[in-house]
């Protein structure tokens, strides 16, 4: 026993000794606050005022030195976020996780950001160059004054690399990825598959828009277009073998996992709907995890035009780079919502027949660039593969009939990244804001404005926006004949804009937003299919005064106006069977609340109900895809949902799947499905509630590899959430509003700003999750900092 008892103590000493250095290294890599710093670099002082949230004031006595104040506490709070932006761009994750993340680098590699970013960052204006500058310097000197290295490297046994000026241009390269199917245009190689497959009526009636959901806010919804008829393509006569159909069916549900749906949210208001100032509502949709992708600031400089003024910025950073990206500057507030445009094309890259290193191009023929590749891999060796390169882009697949394909994507033009996004903190009106779009070198958004004076406005915010001529940009295309292909960039004068239009109203949500002219310019990426932009067009047409807290609460709408129609239709295949597992469902979707509430059962019975009706219907047609090319997958989850739903009201017997007698088998088969599919899990039917299948997931990335206990620390909390596609409240475990801004410029005051996690990703950290449960719950928390309780000084080492 005395043995026994010393063993314990021994162990329990370790312990306690093991959490003492736990501790101390997790608090040494939190960031200073307060007292001074010398900082080589600084014209002036700058002060670093922090609220209980860990918000950050900064003010500084020019633009460059606010940079490198920026940087300074990016550097401190979000290292490694940036690191692993960088990374990803570059394709150098593997040098820092492993064999893990060797296909991502691949992939990405073969855009080869690192060189452009070199190019496009020669080629920036002097002062966008400073303020790079600035901002590296700042993000170098905030790592080097903490204690301990950010406590990711210390358990990847990693020490971190310096931050440098291209890899801010890797960042906006990063949001590229992010933001345009991650660099490779899947969506349309499929669209070319199923044309080549099925008659080009079928596959039109199967890609087509739904006019019913549609949203624009220039021009009428689109023309329906017409169920094919038998003589055209009958499935009776070439009915898929069950081994196809299964396969078809994959490839649909494999579309629905990875592929969340897009959810990001602007729309605005004019000052006749408030009184005064215009107001804007702004909620990017993104990837959620840990650290949240967004950095809040206050950030206060004098007005270069008029030093007497100060500027006096409020809204989300991007760690990475030196713009408040999102926000207000007490004249103008301005959001972004992804524009869903069309930004890459695949070209068919013409090999000489006896020659395939060379190609044809309008000048003749021409040989393919080939660039030797060193992927570094962390406790491996390193991997050597060949990038092939043409003057339109990188081959990156290969044509329905086996020919080779190029990738032009605008995110490998030169002039796609650039800072001039910082030209909307100085901006007084919305009409400046929106002059000032065409310039900007991002992924093109759209840009919502809202300003002090009550005006309003739309318009694409993008630097290489491409003029098409020759082609049908809708599938692969040669480009290798003369006027072929992207013949030059619209200029700002052909940038379409909308400014304070009849209603005083503005709506984004991914939507098609324009027709004509414009819509030729912007072409056609994957648009949501606008049930969500109506349901925001309805509600703000259903307000004749607005406040902050007024669109906030148009944010958080649930209400599940897309799937009433197919509440209604499952409820008549329920009343019709005489099945007792079907009986069951029958209450929980007579009572589904008509909502995405995280306690309702039969809305997530009625949502799976619409996905089994929809890949039992299609799955006839994608089988004919995926049996061709195993990696065929049907484009988005939205295409196919005018077919479907004219499908199983029509009921045309010559487009089903011919193992069931008629349409009303089909829905009756999709229905038990359903009731199979939730008697599997653990729990009686009453426990299957939304909010127990969309539970939040947002985590730190490498949470994977942490045992439960210790993930949790470093986790968010996993919340039932409300909300789902095709509502103004998209919502997944992973995937939802990235920030939720309401505010009036020019009365911050009263503006709101919720964000899914906190400032730091530190655990240890006192504003470590700040805010969470107030975004899971829809509580408005103020735009602006509370009172300071923390004071850093940044002070010149000259």
Known sequence: MRWLRRTVVVLI??????????????????????????????????????????????????????????????????????????????????????????????????????????????????????????????????????????????????????????????????????????????RELDIARLRAVLPRAVADFLLAQAPRWEAPMEGGSAQAVPVPPASTFDLRSHAPSRLALEQGRRAITATDLKNTGVGSNAFAVGGALTGGAALLANDPHLHLRVPNIWYRARMRYPDPANPARMIDLNGVTLPGTPAMVIGSNGHIAWGFTNSAGDWMDWVRVDCAPHDPSRYRTPNGWTPIQRHD???????????????????????????????????????????????????????????????????????????????????????????????????????????????????????????????DPPGARIWTANQRIVSGPALTLIGDGGYDQGARAQQIRDDLRAGGHFIPRDMLYIQLDDRALFLARWQKLLLSVLDASHDRALATLAPFVANWQARAAADSVGYRIVRLFHERVRENALAPFSAMASARWKEFAWPTPAVGEYAVWTLVTRKPAWLLDPKYRDWNALLSDSARQVADELAELPGPLGDQTWGSHNAAQIDNPLSVVLPDWLARLVDMPHDPLPGDNDMPRVLHPAFGASMRMDVQPGNEAHGILEMPGGQSDNPLSPWFGKGHEAWVEGTPTPLLPGPALYHLTLQPDR
């Open 373 to 499: 590749e060193v992927i570094h891999v962390k406790g491996a060796p390193d991997v050597h593969f060949t990038v092939a390169d043409t003057i339109w882009g990188p081959i990156m697949g290969t044509a329905p009939d086996g020919t080779p394909l190029a990738l032009a994507w605008i995110a490998q033009d030169p002039r796609a990244v650039n800072l001039d996004l910082m030209a909307l903190e100085t901006a007084t009106t919305a009409e400046q804001a929106l002059a000032i779009a065409p310039s900007i070198g991002v992924p093109p958004q759209n840009l919502v404005v809202a300003d002090a004076r009550g005006h309003i406005g739309w318009s694409i915010a993008g630097s290489a926006l491409p003029i098409r001529a020759g082609y049908d940009p809708s599938q692969p295309a040669d480009w290798s004949q003369p006027g072929a292909g992207w013949i030059g960039f619209a200029t700002p004068q052909q940038d379409p804009r909308i400014e």
């Open 13 to 186: 000493v370790v312990l306690v000794i093991v959490s003492a250095i736990g501790w101390r290294l997790l608090a040494g890599s939190r960031p200073q606050t307060a007292g001074s710093v010398q900082a080589r670099g600084l014209a002036a002082p700058v002060t670093i005022e922090r609220d209980a949230g860990g918000v950050p004031t900064i003010t500084a006595r020019n633009r460059a030195d606010l940079a490198w104040a920026l940087g300074f506490v990016h550097g401190q709070e979000r290292f490694f976020q940036m690191d692993l932006q960088r990374r990803n761009a570059a394709g150098e994750l593997a040098a820092l996780v492993g064999k893990a993340a060797l296909k991502a680098d691949e992939d990405h590699r073969r855009h080869r950001f690192r060189a452009l970013a070199a190019r496009q960052l020669a080629s920036l204006p002097p002062t966008q160059r400073k303020w790079i500058d600035a901002y590296t310097q700042g993000v170098n000197a905030g790592l080097a004054h903490l204690s301990v290295r950010p406590w990711e490297y210390l358990l990847l046994h990693s020490t971190p690399q310096p931050w440098t000026d291209q890899d801010t241009i890797l960042t906006v390269d990063a949001m590229y990825l992010d933001l345009d199917q991650g660099g490779i245009d899947t």
